[in-house]
């Protein structure tokens, strides 16, 4: 089994940033891709970013794109995402996940293991 645990959520203002990190723990060397997904209330769950196994590959939704930086550092089993030039439709419960692929996939059926999520607010 996996455990991951994400931090760093909270209320900011429009412009602002926040760094997210995903600490992960138990059977780490089962994990290649990993990503982030983000749940707005009374809207379906969806895909933000994604990250290979040793980094060299990344998505992003159209949305985030230059905005929003992932990455990684397996030496403490970490995964981040770096959000700056927040707005107030990025108001949403971000969530971090654990896959067996390698190829940063988009879709949230492919991904194992899930965090509980941590709330980030964007205030205009």
């Known amino acids: 089994q996996v455990q991951l645990v994400e931090s760093g959520g909270g209320l900011v203002q429009a412009g602002g940033s926040l760094r997210l990190s995903c600490a992960a723990s138990g059977r780490t060397s089962g994990i290649y891709g990993m990503g982030w997904f983000r749940q707005a209330p009374g809207k379906e769950r969806e895909f933000v970013a994604a990250?290979?196994?040793?980094?060299?590959?990344?998505s992003y939704v159209d949305s985030v794109k230059g905005r929003f930086t992932i990455s990684r550092a397996n030496a403490n089993n970490t995964l981040y995402l770096q959000m700056n030039s927040l707005k107030p439709e990025d108001t949403a419960v971000y969530y971090c996940a654990a896959t067996f692929y390698n190829n940063s996939p988009r879709i949230l059926g492919l991904y194992k293991y899930w965090g509980q999520g941590t709330q980030v607010s964007v205030s205009s």
């Open positions: 990250i290979n196994r040793n980094g060299g590959t990344t």
